[in-house]
């Protein structure tokens, strides 16, 4: 799978957007970029994913550059129970023998902290 | 909304006992993982499951684990003889027949003593 960069920490205000960048630029034509956070120790949680498009959901937006070699996740209005570990995977679909789907690979994420 | 759920919360042991950890995937998946996460650490993968045997598994997931999926709604991470560098939170997720998003549950914090 692509390495992917993210920094290490991020602040916010309540209310205003969060951007949170995430560079991946060994990323492969068949490789997702996906996005979970972690709330304290919580199990992970699935926020947002895309291949070349930009997409929304109820959650958040992600923005993938055209080349592919970087994209930002959009949370538009920050809460402050928004604070969390936000993790940026990028992930082929299956595995080697085309048995699974592929694993997702987990770095250190960027620590987003909302303030009031 | 389906949720992958897990039991129990806590499991403390001594180091050298098996423990077996729980959990019930969201009921019409049929990918099935395991991951840990040390404290402090990164989460982990340990081990994938489809079609009742085991798809993928990482240098983590030596002879002491092992998985089953004993009946249609179970899935459960066996570790033979606890050490105490198995003390973590061990995370189930479970994916659709599209694959594309692994859902997970809140994790069981394992304690070996």
């Known amino acids: 799978d692509a390495k992917t960069t993210q920094p290490p920490s991020m602040d916010c205000a309540e209310g205003r957007a969060a951007n949170l960048p995430c560079n991946h630029s060994?990323?492969?034509?068949?490789?997702?970029v996906y996005w979970y956070r972690q709330i304290h120790s919580q199990g992970p949680q699935y926020i947002i994913h895309?291949?070349?498009n930009n997409e929304t959901n109820e959650m958040a937006s992600l923005i993938i550059t055209e080349d592919r070699k970087s994209s930002t996740l959009i949370l538009p209005h920050a809460t402050l129970r928004d604070t969390a570990v936000y993790y940026c995977i990028v992930r082929v679909p299956r595995n080697a023998g085309g048995t699974s789907y592929g694993k997702l690979t987990f770095g250190q994420g960027t620590i987003l902290t909302v303030h009031p | 909304e389906p949720e992958v759920t897990q039991t129990p919360s806590h499991q403390v042991t001594q180091m050298g006992q098996e423990v077996i950890l729980r959990c019930v995937p969201i009921s019409n998946h049929l990918y099935f993982y395991w991951y840990r996460q040390i404290l402090g650490q990164k989460v982990e993968f340990l081990v994938s499951f489809y079609n009742n045997e085991i798809s993928e598994k990482s240098e983590i997931f030596d002879d002491q684990f092992s998985v089953e999926r004993p009946d249609g709604s179970n899935f459960t991470l066996k570790i033979r003889s606890t050490k105490l560098e198995d003390s973590a939170m061990y995370f189930c997720a479970s994916s659709g027949s599209g694959g594309l998003t692994q859902y997970f549950g809140p994790g069981t914090r394992l304690t070996v003593l």
């Open positions: 060994t990323i492969s034509g068949n490789e997702y």
């Open positions: 895309g291949l070349k």
